[in-house]
């Protein structure tokens, strides 16, 4: 517990960052017939490894501190789950198939997380240890995360199509030193991720829901108003999936470039209703559930509050 309680979010970003300036390096001196990319490859992987480790032990002594798992405990815990699990995905994906660049797309993205969840609130959300005891909760919330880490891999892999597409077009020679899956793969897992993502985050809301209506005070009153901003931006984006979902199953005849330019966009929304609104609430911009502070943390002549540990 004492080592444990020593690592800090910056331990495992620095990693992150060194293993992607790796990356990077590879990328630009090609990595096939390089005398030193062995080595850059070895210390990439090295690093990343060593930020994970950092990264579950700081997980699990947030976990040990709170007595909750990292998915009931605060925004910025949540965030965290999300990046480490890109990370696995990413050593899964470079131990996999060594020769395509996977660190340029997926650990940008980590990184963005991991910025995300130190600017979140780490307050834990909500009056959670009552709504722990259920298992909806864990349900909501790891369901929450599939679904927001498809949307993620959607728009990594909808990324690399379309670089892929002005590769082949020969519009850009630095594109060359990349190293990509088909266009028919890369097509593949964008669809895939994005059904994906609407079926997890459907049981998301679902659940959600549910502990909507379970959530209230000694006097019955309701812990979350329908108007609150994370319910409202949450039921937006899951619309926008929606529609994006129907359009790729109806389509006839539609190209993998439409498909990648579909989930770029559910991506950019992402940002917009889901990421934006959790940075607000932890600076105080923005009054909402998600990210505030247990609702007996409220003064005494303050209105009954709003607050609840789950989004629904």
Not at 77 to 88: H, K, P, R
Request: proline share 4%.
């Amino acid at each position: 517990m004492g080592v444990l309680s020593k690592v800090q979010i910056s331990c495992f970003i620095f990693s992150y960052v060194a293993a992607l300036i790796c990356e990077v390096t590879l990328v630009l001196r090609n990595r096939r017939g390089v005398a030193g990319s062995f080595i850059l490859r070895t210390a990439m992987l090295c690093l990343t490894l060593a930020g994970l480790i950092a990264h579950t032990a700081y997980l699990i002594n947030r976990s040990l501190t709170v007595g909750l798992p990292p998915l009931l405990t605060s925004g910025q815990d949540w965030l965290l789950v999300l990046a480490w699990a890109g990370v696995a995905g990413f050593l899964i994906l470079t131990l996999s198939s060594p020769r395509i660049a996977h660190g340029v797309f997926m650990l940008p993205a980590v990184l963005a997380l991991s910025v995300t969840a130190v600017l979140s609130s780490d307050s834990v959300t909500g009056d959670l240890h009552a709504l722990a005891l259920r298992r909806w909760g864990m349900l909501h919330a790891a369901s929450l995360v599939i679904g927001v880490g498809c949307v993620l891999a959607s728009n990594i892999s909808a990324l690399m199509y379309l670089l892929h597409y002005q590769k082949l077009r020969g519009k850009s020679s630095w594109l060359y030193r990349l190293q990509f899956p088909s266009l028919e793969q890369l097509t593949r897992v964008t669809r895939g991720c994005v059904i994906a993502a609407v079926a997890m985050l459907t049981i998301g809301l679902a659940t959600g829901f549910i502990l909507f209506f379970l959530a209230q005070d000694a006097q019955g009153h309701r812990l979350i108003l329908w108007s609150d901003p994370t319910i409202v931006t949450t039921l937006m984006f899951w619309a926008v999936m929606v529609v994006m979902v129907v359009r790729l199953l109806t389509g006839r005849h539609q190209s993998g470039k439409a498909v990648a330019q579909l989930a770029a966009l559910g991506g950019a929304f992402l940002l917009l209703t889901i990421l934006g609104p959790m940075i607000l609430a932890s600076g105080g911009g923005l009054k909402t559930f998600h990210g505030s502070a247990s609702p007996t943390d409220e003064p005494a002549n303050s209105s009954p509050p709003h607050q609840a540990g789950a989004r629904p």
